[in-house]
């Protein structure tokens, strides 16, 4: 087989959607490296732009201030899974980006329709430049960002699951104020105008409730490569 042809069938780009806590990260991140392939998370790009905002002074209640600053942040997304990166104007923000502070704020930020066609853009960009193949993962990836991604999956899981999740993630962190707090971004994320959660038509569902995380990256590691055999 000649070498175009290899590369052809490896430069396969995958959307990984889904709620929160449902595995996307862990899962998109272990699928890119175990196929050699790029990965993106969107996620951390709408969390970068919420802490530029936060500290820089935006009044994140407010849409239209949101919308007039949106354009000043200059966020960049290193892609190799084993050490993916986000800086924003040069300064590393992988850290602060997980603040619980952030975390309450990202979805009234990436609701505000300039920020995501800021974002959209530069997450196209990155997915265009991946010419060896990409996996991007987030909530609008299949349906908007990336439409015509070679392969869509959309994550799903309980949300007594999900919140078992975050909760093992975050030491001391309440079960019952995790799911209530996993419900409530759902809602926000699903309902907003732009872009809302939503599952593509072409997508693939996997239910990770009962599932480890093993399991979940080996399912999703067949369907990349049943892709790749039919490309």
């Keep these: ?22 595995g996307k990260s862990s899962t998109s ?29 935006i009044d994140v209640s407010k849409p239209e201030e949101i919308a007039t600053a949106a354009a000043k942040p200059v966020i960049a997304s290193g892609t190799d899974p084993a050490a993916p990166t986000i800086t924003v104007d040069g300064e590393d923000a992988s850290g602060p980006i997980r603040t619980q502070e952030v975390t309450s704020k990202v979805s009234a930020v990436s609701a505000v ?3 995501r066609a800021l974002i959209t853009a530069l997450q196209r960009s990155i997915a265009a430049a991946a010419t060896g193949g990409i996996v991007v993962e ?12 070679d392969l869509k999956i959309f994550l799903t899981a309980s949300p007594e699951a999900r919140a078992a999740r975050r909760s093992g993630e975050v030491k001391g962190s309440d079960l019952t ?36 995380l093993q399991q979940v990256i080996e399912c999703v ?9 039919a490309a």
């Design 138 to 149: 987030g909530r609008d990836i299949g349906t908007t960002v990336l439409p015509d991604a």
């Design 221 to 229: 590691v067949t369907l990349v490569e049943g892709k790749r055999v």
């Design 177 to 212: 104020a995790t799911r209530e707090a996993l419900i409530k971004r759902d809602a926000a994320d699903s309902g907003r105008k732009t872009s809302p959660l939503a599952k593509a038509d072409d997508a693939v569902e996997v239910d990770t409730t009962e599932l480890t």
């Design 29 to 57: 991140k272990a699928v890119a490296a175990a196929l050699g392939l790029s990965y993106l998370d969107t996620g951390a790009q709408y969390r970068a732009i919420t802490w530029w905002m936060l500290t820089n002074g």
């Design 113 to 115: 329709p300039e920020v």
């Design 1 to 22: 087989m000649s070498t175009t042809v290899e590369t052809a069938r490896s430069s396969v780009i995958v959307a990984i959607d889904g709620p929160s806590g449902t």
